[in-house]
């Protein structure tokens, strides 16, 4: 359904096609959400040049001419404040399996990208794609895109604006805010706030900590209050640990060299490459991922800290095994 016309002016348009080009309108507005009759008028002024106000009977009738095609509109009442609300439309589209699984593939793509704008507005496209698709196809493309394994992005149930926080991101704002530990349950939290970033649908506020001297990322939907900012920029430069580690039989492009990671050497089946690593948590998790593929270089702290690490798994994993 088209969201949006372009101007038309009366003396352009016979009866019928003004007629016709009311209802349109009607239904296009009703698609984006309930209205009343004082709404309507607006839209169709908004639509048609010198457009005069309608009477109630005559967008009445607009109505019963859209309900006669297969529309059910509720009619106003003291519940839904007096307004009309479409509740079903017979304009639906067919997409075919491989079409559907073409979107469901693009989003997994997108959700991979850490582009969190990117990410809302893909979402937000195909969830209004949702609403024009049959019922058949609605049902393969919520179970295609369940069994995508990709968390559903959304920032609805945050407090806060999520383009607030950007703000202050890009003012590097000192914020101390409360928040909702999994492992310490609430506590407060200050650091230099620096990016937002998403991966697999959930939020991430990074931010360099004085007090703990290291970058961390938090949860948005996890953040129950900001308590207070700073009115300045701050441009504390996080410490970082320079790492070197070896990647065997990898290739440059589906290893995922980071933005702080620099490629040293590169023969035909090594990468020697160097990190400066902000957040150890976050650089372990890409190290332990590449397996036996992965040989950290220096310094001695890190290697000592994955060793520690595996030994750990490894004895979780002999526990397990013998119970």
């Not at 990117?118 to 493309?141: G, M, P, Q, V, W």
Request: glycine residues 2%; charged residues 30%; contains cysteine.
């Amino acid at each position: 359904m088209h969201s949006g016309f372009e101007k038309q002016k009366l003396n352009k348009l016979d009866n019928i096609s003004v007629t016709a080009f009311r209802i349109i309108s009607i239904l296009n507005m009703l698609l984006k959400g309930p209205c009343n009759d004082a709404q309507i008028n607006e839209k169709l002024r908004e639509d048609i040049e010198e457009s005069r106000e309608l009477s109630k009977d005559t967008i009445c009738i607009y109505l019963n001419t859209l309900r006669i095609l297969g529309c059910e509109i509720t009619r106003p009442t003291k519940k839904n404040n007096y307004k009309y609300i479409l509740k079903s439309h017979p304009f639906k589209m067919t997409l075919s399996k491989n079409e559907i699984e073409t979107l469901v593939d693009i989003r997994k793509f997108v959700s991979d990208l850490n582009e969190w704008k990117t990410a809302l507005e893909t979402d937000r496209i195909l969830h209004s794609l949702l609403n024009y698709l049959c019922d058949d196809a609605k049902i393969f493309f919520l179970n295609a895109k369940k069994s995508s394994l990709k968390r559903e992005v959304n920032s609805e149930n945050f407090f806060h604006e999520i383009k607030q926080l950007e703000s202050y991101c890009k003012q590097n704002k000192v914020i101390t805010l409360l928040y909702n530990s999994p492992e310490a349950g609430e506590k407060n939290i200050t650091l230099v706030s620096e990016k937002i970033t998403m991966e697999n649908g959930a939020f991430y506020l990074w931010g360099y900590s004085e007090e703990l001297e290291t970058t961390m990322y938090l949860r948005i939907d996890r953040i129950l209050d900001i308590k207070s900012i700073s009115l300045h920029k701050n441009f504390i430069k996080p410490k970082a640990v320079i790492v070197r580690y070896k990647l065997s039989n990898c290739c440059p492009l589906s290893c995922g060299i980071a933005e702080n990671e620099s490629i040293l050497e590169k023969t035909s089946n090594e990468l020697i490459i160097e990190a400066a690593v902000t957040n150890k948590f976050k650089f372990f998790q890409k190290i332990l991922s590449y397996g036996h593929k992965c040989t950290i270089i220096s310094p001695e702290e890190i290697k000592n800290e994955i060793v520690i690490k595996l030994e750990k798994m490894q004895r979780l994993y002999n526990d397990n095994c013998c119970v």
